[in-house]
């Protein structure tokens, strides 16, 4: 029997392996998807030694960035963007080849496209871990012009969270949470922003899935933001990385 699985910490929130599992079971598929829950990424050889009919894993946080170092290489796009979620797990001889993908870009940008419009020319990037570099490349593909947000001072491309405003809402009307602020359980929280300064030509895009609805999309709805969760991103993802895993992405 495959295996596929899961590597981050912490899992609660794990989306995948009742998604892929019921894909088995539906398509009579002979396969297993699994979580592991690792402490650290060194964890990983481990994980792999111990589970050699696995042929794929996802990646979620904190370990897209910091599993580049264990990867024999990745896919152009992985390369560029400097975050793994998709690795392809393959045999030669007595070697394992491991191979990162990134599938946010693809699930991202194709969960977004149908609600922009001309009006939509700049965003504002919550957050700076693995995910959020996905969507800073998503976000340019579509043509759009990015700026992260942060609780610190990164770079000149990063202003923090004190530096927006309400004429930088309605300049950057596209703003994406990158961030786990809002997830389950801690649902009563929200990124700090001038929501009164939102209107209809906001869009707010959470890449959090629970719960349907987050507080920062509520507060944005109140305002007459458009809202959207991550939960079709991440549809689109498991589509891509059942693709990634079997090859049919080539260099």
Known sequence: MDKYGLIGYPLGHSFSISYFNEKFDNENIDAKYSNFEIPSIDNLPEVLASNP????????????QQVIGYLDTLSPEAKTIGAVNVIRVSHKGNKTILKGFNSDVIGFTKSIEPMLTPLHRKALILGTGGASRAIDFGLKS?????LFVSRTHHDEKTITYDEVGAETVRLYNVIVNCTPCGMYPKTETCPDLPYSAMNENNILYDLIYNPDETLFMKRGAEYGANTKNGLEMLLLQAFASWEFWHG???D
């Not at 009919?53 to 897209?64: C, H, R």
């Not at 579509?142 to 990015?146: A, F, K, Q, R, V």
């Open 142 to 146: 579509l043509g759009l012009e990015t």
């Open 248 to 250: 049919k992405e080539q």
């Open 53 to 64: 009919e696995l042929k794929g894993l996802n990646v979620t946080i904190p370990y897209k």
